[in-house]
T-cell receptor
Framework: GNSVTQMEGPVTLSEEAFLTINCTYT??????LFWYVQYPGEGLQLLLK?????DKGSNKGFEATYRKETTSFHLEKGSVQVSDSAVYFC????????????FGPGTSLSVIP | DAGVIQSPRHEVTEMGQEVTLRCKPI?????LFWYRQTMMRGLELLIY????????DSGMPEDRFSAKMPNASFSTLKIQPSEPRDSAVYFC??????????FGQGTRLTVV
């Protein structure tokens, strides 16, 4: 079946540092890929998405590129802020698997001033 | 659209009581998901509906948990009887086929 793997957290960075959170997936079909963010005390929000190979999703300075050859969708940001402290979830949706949205375990990010 | 609406936002109940969580998905979405989130286990998919039909309930922890979707605009998750280990944040999410899921604000359940 389909699955999503993320790098283990928690991740702690200083403000303005470069961020990478790795995500790889396994899918039987041709999935759409997503990054969600969950701020403390809130629900999950869609951060960015990509629907086909080599697509780059971007939002709020975050970027991720759909790499079919490496089955990856790594999240990056060039300069993190304290307000980026949150839990980040990689996810996929594959129409070949009953349209179920599958989430990775989440990676907690703390940005310190 | 107001987004996915869950109620109540907070629920505190005594062990053994019945708890019902409610969800109104986004209009036009044909998939609905119930998730449970805890510090220990992270985000767990409990059950997934497509066009009001339960497709995958393998994540439902045990018979004490049940979920229904009587129509396209409403779903419930019921726990009977509740236990302290059911304490968690329960999220409802909805989506269109093959697209991203939109989450509600969650219901924080505390069973004492």
């Amino acid at each position: 079946g389909n699955s999503v793997t993320q790098m283990e957290g928690p991740v702690t960075l200083s403000e303005e540092a470069f961020l990478t959170i790795n995500c790889t997936y396994t899918a039987t079909g041709y999935p759409s890929l997503f990054w969600y963010v969950q701020y403390p005390g809130e629900g999950l929000q869609l951060l960015l998405k990509a629907t086909k190979a080599d697509d780059k999703g971007s939002n709020k300075g975050f970027e991720a590129t759909y790499r079919k050859e490496t089955t990856s969708f790594h999240l990056e940001k060039g300069s993190v802020q304290v307000s980026d402290s949150a839990v980040y979830f990689c996810a996929l949706s594959d129409q070949g698997e009953d349209d179920k949205v599958i989430f990775g375990p989440g990676t907690s990010l703390s940005v310190i001033p | 659209d107001a987004g996915v609406i869950q109620s109540p936002r907070h629920e505190v109940t005594e062990m053994g009581q019945e708890v019902t969580l409610r969800c109104k998905p986004i209009s036009g979405h044909n998939s609905l998901f119930w998730y449970r989130q805890t510090m220990m286990r992270g985000l767990e998919l409990l059950i997934y509906f497509n066009n009001n039909v339960p497709i995958d309930d393998s994540g439902m922890p045990e018979d004490r948990f049940s979920a229904k979707m009587p129509n396209a605009s409403f779903s419930t998750l019921k726990i009977q009887p509740s236990e302290p280990r059911d304490s968690a944040v329960y999220f409802c999410a909805s989506s269109r086929t093959g697209s991203e899921a939109f989450f509600g604000q969650g219901t924080r359940l505390t069973v004492v």
